[in-house]
């Protein structure tokens, strides 16, 4: 047993140096096609697009006849797609008019922006059409929520509070239970997340008094 727990770490060390070398190359091959200071733009635009279209922009929340509805707007996300689309046609049209790279090289960064650029952009667009229809509401002292073919209500009367989990909400029952709402992957974004837990918190604790 000791042998195989041996030779079982021998192979996993090898395996993780030669993964190291990989990535090491990876990104080396990566600086020489595309160059730094054009990587090091790209992304910072991106992770700029990120937080402001993906993460901040765009209230969830419509009250009409005491009725809060929680339903994440999809359009400055679809802003955050239609800016990482451009980073990738930019890089793409730049090694399609660069003349010294070789065969391969060329195509060593076109696979590199299909899998870290076109297949995680057409995930996310897939997600964000798929859970466009759900919602989190607060109505006449009752709280429902659609999680795609997933629809659970509560009394709000039954739930002793509320607080961020997992980049969701977790409902703490009075029956000694609880409950997970998954915001994220509804399409929550940061700001809507937060703002969800605090009205709600404070209608529970208004509840209390």
Same mark, same amino acid.
């Given at each position: 047993m000791k042998k195989l727990n041996s030779t079982t770490t021998i192979i996993l060390s090898v395996l993780l140096i030669f993964t190291g070398i990989g990535f090491v190359y990876l990104v080396y091959e990566i600086w020489t096609i595309f160059g730094f200071w054009?990587?090091?733009l790209t992304g910072v635009i991106e992770v700029l697009a990120s937080i402001i279209f993906l993460h901040l922009l765009g209230s969830a929340k419509n009250e009409s006849n005491e009725v809060v509805i929680y339903n994440? +707007?999809?359009?400055?996300k679809l802003l955050g797609i239609v800016v990482f689309i451009g980073v990738a046609y930019y890089l793409y049209d730049y090694i399609e +008019? +660069?003349?010294?790279?070789?065969?391969?090289?060329y195509y060593y960064g076109l696979s590199y922006l299909?899998?870290?650029?076109?297949?995680?952009?057409?995930?996310?667009?897939?997600k964000l059409i798929r859970d466009s229809r759900d919602y989190v509401k607060i109505n006449n002292g009752v709280l429902s929520y659609k999680d795609n073919r997933v629809s659970e209500e509560f009394n709000l009367?039954?739930?002793?509070?509320?607080?961020?989990?997992n980049n969701g909400v977790l409902l703490n029952l009075k029956d000694k239970t609880t409950h997970f709402i998954p915001l994220k992957r509804m399409n929550f974004n940061v700001r809507d997340r937060l703002n969800l837990i605090s009205e709600l918190d404070d209608i529970i604790k208004q509840k209390k008094k």
């Open positions: 054009r990587l090091t994440p +707007k999809e359009w400055p +008019k +660069k003349e010294d790279l070789s065969e391969l090289e299909i899998i870290l650029s076109l297949v995680p952009t057409l995930i996310f667009l897939y009367s039954d739930i002793e509070s509320c607080e961020s989990e």
